[in-house]
């Protein structure tokens, strides 16, 4: 028996990653049944004759539903500023989602050289600065020095929408991938994703998982409870609400509704968790 990590499934093909060597692994029967493994797991797999059959997987630190993934450090949140255009509300969204898998949300914005004027994104941009989150700026050309250094030893997964730049940003960091990449018209027009699967590459000394976009986020079946102390903005004030459930929405006293209108909160940031608590999906 021999422990590796599943790098990339397609299908029921489990290639899994030894310290020495890459095998392709089936699950056994029963494991299927029980839980399916994800790219990112740790596996344990016997050798018989000349297949590899995957015996069981080890706890999971964390995991991601979609992109389907566990065991990461951080989720690299792939936002383009065009094509597709900016959405404010889908960046916090994902900040949720991630943060709520216990993953540390980085913040990857990509064509800022298909803008003009920059200077009102670079202030909404500042918000998340502020609150503590990490904000990356990259693109075709751009120094991606910081970026590399936040990879370095590190895994990470990149999430976003399809046609953000996600595979474009690994075929930039490390010259030697050709991930295949789609002009957006014609991924959208087509309504197909260009990446087709999740794939752990290695790149800049840590690991990155490429995955397909998405079309659509659903909190509906998550448990929200925690979701306010998830959020950075919110950490410094939450434990000085008057009440100690408070969910910071039509509460007296609440020191999170304090702090928006004193300006220290960023409002789209609290408008999407009212809007979450309140039920809605994206
Ligand atoms: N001008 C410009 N174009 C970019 C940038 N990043 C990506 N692109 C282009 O955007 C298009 C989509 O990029 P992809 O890397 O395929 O997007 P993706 O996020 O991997 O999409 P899916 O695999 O479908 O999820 C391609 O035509 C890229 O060349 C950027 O920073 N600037
Ligand atoms: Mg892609
Ligand atoms: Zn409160």
Redesign the pocket.
Known sequence: MKKGRIIKIISNQYTVSFEDEVVIAKPRGKLRMDKAPVVGDFVQVEQCEDAYRIHSIEKRKNRLLRPAIANVDQALI?T?L??PDFSIHLLNRLIFLVSLADVEPIVIV?????IEDLSSYEKELEWYKKAGYIVEM???G?NDENLKQILKNKVSV?C??????????L??LDPEFQ??????SK?LGRG?????YCQLHSVADGLVA?????SSLDFSRMDLSHLDSCIKDFQPYLHSCRFNDCRHIHEPDCAIREALGQGKINPSIYEDYVNIMKGDSL
Do not use: C, M, W
Not at 179 to 184: A, D, N, R, S
Not at 210 to 214: E, K, L, R
């Open positions: 792939v383009s065009k094509d990509t064509k800022q050289d298909l990259t693109y075709p751009s990149l976003g929408q399809s046609g953000a730049g996600k595979s474009s940003l075929n930039r991930l295949q990449t789609q002009e957006i991924a197909k994703h260009t990446t087709r490429d995955t397909p976009g998405f």
